[in-house]
C-alpha cells in the first residue's frame, strides 16, 4: 500500500485530499484500488505518512503493534480506515481484534461449505516439495502454476475430466487456501494447460526427484521398474502411440498405452515414460535406462530390479554394459532347467518375517530360500507356503490333461491307427512339450509291435516336487547377496504394483478420454504427480509409525471445512466470518503427525451495512 496525493478546485479554492491506494491483480493485469481516504495530512511530517500506512495496512490484515500504541489521532484515522473499506465494499477485514456484538441468535446461520481438509494437506505437501518454485524455473507462468496445482489436487483426492473439474475446484476450498478466484474457471483453460506443461515434464521430474531426495534422505543404491497398460475410451485415432496390445487392464478390446515407472527403494518415483500400446516389456527397458540416467544419472554399482517379463539375456547384458547390477526373477522355463539342482538341496534357509504395522495380529505365510550359484550368477530359489496352493493347483491340472492325453494316446497305439515308431515318438515329445511342469515326472515307454503304450509317475521325484510348490526363482549378478537379502530386496517390487494401484484407483488414471498424444502424456504426469504428493504424506506418516494409506487420510479430513458464518446484528447489518471449522481429535492426529497447521485459513470478516442490503 501507499499513499496518493490529490488536488481539486472549487470555487477559487484548492482542496487537498490523501488516498490509501493499494495494487491489485485483475484479469487485464495490474490496476490500483483506492482503499479509503485519510483526508489532509498536510500538518503531518511527511515522514509519518509511510508509518501511517503500514499502520492502516496491519489493521487490515488484523495485526496489532504490541511494542508502539498509535496516538489517538493516528487511532481514529486507522478505525475510520477499515469502516471506510468494508463500508465500500472494497474488501474484508481478517482477523480483526474481538468485537462484542449484539446478534439476533435466531438468524445466525452458516453457508458457502466447502471441503476443506483434503486439499489443504495437498497444497501444503505442494509447497513443502516446492513445486511452485519447481515449475517456475521451468518456465511456467504464474496463472499455469496455479492451474497445475489445482490440477494435481483434483487427481490427488477427487479425479474428474477437465470438464468436470471447475465444478469440483469451487465445490473445495482451494480458493480459499490460494487465495484465487476460481468462479470463472472453464474446462478450455484446463485443457491449455496440459500443452503448456506437456514441454516440461521431464525437467520437473528432474527437479523434483533431486528435491525429494534431499528432503526425505532417500536411498540411491536400489531401483525398481515395472510396467501397466491403460486404455482409451473411444477410437484416440489422433493417437499414434494408442494401439492393442496385451491388456493388463482386461480390456484388449480397447486401444491403449503402456506406462513404465522407475521408483526408489522409498517407493518415490524416479521416471517414468509412455509407450506404444503394443510396447513388449523387453523392449522397453533401455529407453527406460536412458530415461533414468537423464532424471536421476545412474551411477556404477546401482542395482536395477525387474520382473520375469524383461528376464532376457539381451536385457540383463544391456543393464551390466552401464556398469549396473541386476535382480530379477527368473521365467518359468529357466526355473524349471535349475528346478533339479534345487531339488538336490536338502536344507533351506526360512526368512524371519516381521509382522505387519497395519494388522500386528496377522501371520505371514512361511518363506524359505536356498542359493545355488552357476556360471559366476546366483540363483535363489524363494518357496513361499501362500503360492503352494496356487503352484499345487496348476500343477494338478496339467496332470489331469497329460493323462487325459495319455490315455487317447495309449487307445490309439492299441488300437492300430498309429504304429510308426517315429509318429509315436513325435506324439510323445509334443505331450512333453505341451506339460513340462509334469511330464519330466512320468516315464513312457512304447511298444509298436505289441501295440501298447505304458506310463507310470516316478513317486520319488513327484514327491519332491511337491515339496516346491511355490516355489519362484531370482538371479543376481552380486556376490554380496545373501539367499535371505535378494527375496527381501525383490519382495519390494511389490512397490511399483502398489504404485501403478494408487495410479489407477484412488488417482484414476484410467480410462484416458484425451485424443491428442501431448495430452495423453500430461494426463498421466498429473497422475504421477499426484502420487509424488501420495507417497509424500504416506511415508511422513511412517515415519511417525502411523501405516495408512492416503485414501483413509482423505476421508477422514473430508470433514474438515471452511464455511462462513453469518451473524445479522441487532442494528440490522450483518458480519459474515469465513473460517475453518474447528478440527475434531482425528483431524489434529494426522495434522500434528504430517506437521501440518490445522489453521487452514486465517478468518475473514465482512460487514454488510444495513443501507446496502435494500
Not at 121 to 149: D, H, M, P, T, Y
Not at 363 to 376: I, L, Q, T, W
Not at 445 to 461: C, I, S
Request: charged residues 30%.
Amino acid at each position: 500500500m501507499f499513499i496518493r496525493k490529490t488536488t481539486r478546485r472549487y470555487k477559487g479554492r484548492t482542496y487537498t485530499n490523501y488516498l490509501l491506494v493499494e495494487s491489485v491483480r485483475t484479469d487485464k493485469g495490474p490496476r490500483q484500488r483506492t482503499v479509503c481516504s485519510l483526508g489532509d495530512l498536510s500538518p503531518r511530517p511527511k515522514a509519518e505518512w509511510l508509518r501511517l500506512a503500514h499502520r492502516i495496512e496491519q489493521a487490515l490484515a488484523g495485526q496489532a503493534d504490541l511494542f508502539d500504541a498509535p496516538a489517538d489521532d493516528v487511532a481514529e484515522i486507522v478505525r475510520r480506515a477499515c469502516t471506510d473499506r468494508v463500508a465500500a465494499g472494497n474488501g474484508s477485514v481478517a482477523g480483526t481484534d474481538d468485537e462484542v456484538l449484539a446478534v439476533r441468535t435466531g438468524a445466525v446461520r452458516t453457508e458457502a461449505h466447502r471441503e476443506a481438509g483434503p486439499v489443504h494437506v495437498g497444497v501444503q505437501f505442494w509447497n513443502r516439495l516446492g513445486l511452485n518454485g519447481i515449475l517456475a524455473a521451468a518456465g511456467l507462468s504464474e496463472r499455469s502454476i496455479q492451474l497445475a496445482c489445482a490440477m494435481t489436487m483434483n487427481r490427488l483426492i477427487r479425479p474428474a475430466s477437465e470438464l468436470a473439474m471447475p465444478d469440483w475446484i469451487r465445490r473445495t476450498a482451494l480458493a480459499d487456501i490460494l487465495g484465487i478466484d476460481f468462479s470463472g474457471l472453464a474446462e478450455d483453460a484446463l485443457y491449455r494447460n496440459l500443452d503448456r506443461l506437456h514441454p516440461s515434464r521431464a525437467r520437473i521430474e528432474t527437479a523434483l526427484a533431486e528435491k525429494e531426495s534431499t528432503l526425505f534422505n532417500l536411498d540411491s543404491t536400489v531401483f525398481f521398474y515395472d510396467l501397466t497398460s491403460t486404455y482409451f475410451e473411444g477410437l484416440a485415432e489422433l493417437n499414434p502411440k494408442a494401439k492393442r496390445g496385451y491388456s493388463r487392464d482386461k480390456r484388449p478390446d480397447c486401444k491403449q498405452v503402456v506406462v513404465g515407472l522407475a521408483i526408489g527403494a522409498e517407493g518415490f518415483p524416479k521416471a517414468h515414460e509412455v509407450f506404444e500400446g503394443n510396447q513388449q516389456d523387453r523392449r522397453s527397458l533401455g529407453p527406460m535406462l536412458d530415461a533414468m540416467h537423464a532424471r536421476i544419472g545412474l551411477k556404477p554399482g546401482q542395482t536395477i530390479v525387474i520382473d520375469r517379463g524383461m528376464a532376457f539375456d539381451e536385457n540383463l547384458q544391456e543393464v551390466r554394459s552401464r556398469g549396473l547390477h541386476y535382480l530379477v526373477a527368473t521365467r518359468q522355463t529357466e526355473r524349471n532347467d535349475w528346478l533339479e539342482e534345487f531339488e538336490a538341496i536338502d536344507r533351506f534357509v526360512e526368512v524371519e518375517r516381521e509382522p505387519s504395522p497395519n494388522n500386528p495380529a496377522q501371520k505371514k505365510s512361511r518363506v524359505r530360500v536356498a542359493r545355488h550359484d552357476a556360471d559366476g550368477l546366483h540363483y535363489v530359489l524363494c518357496l513361499s507356503d501362500g503360492r503352494s496352493e496356487k503352484d499345487r493347483a496348476i500343477r494338478e491340472k496339467q496332470e489331469k490333461r497329460l493323462q487325459a492325453d495319455l490315455l487317447k494316446l495309449q487307445q490309439r497305439v492299441a488300437s492300430g491307427s498309429l504304429v510308426e515308431p517315429v509318429k509315436i515318438g513325435e506324439r510323445i515329445g509334443r505331450l512333453k512339450e505341451r506339460y513340462p511342469r509334469v511330464a519330466r515326472y512320468y516315464r513312457i515307454e512304447a511298444d509298436p509291435e505289441a501295440g501298447t503304450l505304458a506310463f507310470h509317475r516316478d513317486e520319488t521325484k513327484y514327491a519332491r516336487a511337491c515339496e516346491l510348490d511355490g516355489a519362484w526363482m531370482l538371479k543376481t549378478d552380486r556376490d554380496d547377496l545373501s539367499p535371505e537379502e535378494a527375496w527381501r530386496t525383490y519382495i519390494t517390487l511389490t512397490r511399483t504394483e502398489t504404485a501403478f494401484r494408487d495410479m489407477n484407483s484412488p488417482l484414476a488414471e484410467r480410462p484416458i478420454f484425451h485424443q491428442l498424444e501431448r495430452r495423453v502424456e500430461t494426463h498421466i504426469f498429473l497422475c504421477v504427480l499426484a502420487y509424488h504428493l501420495l507417497v509424500a504424506v504416506e511415508h511422513s506418516l511412517q515415519e511417525k509409525d502411523l501405516y495408512t494409506s492416503w485414501a483413509t487420510v482423505r476421508d477422514t479430513l473430508a470433514t474438515h471445512q471452511v464455511c462462513t458464518v453469518v451473524l445479522p446484528a441487532a442494528n440490522g447489518d450483518v458480519l459474515r466470518i469465513r473460517r475453518a471449522s474447528t478440527p475434531e481429535p482425528q483431524h489434529k492426529r494426522l495434522y500434528d503427525l504430517l506437521n501440518i497447521d490445522p489453521e487452514i485459513i486465517r478468518p475473514v470478516r465482512t460487514w454488510t451495512r444495513k443501507g446496502d442490503q435494500m
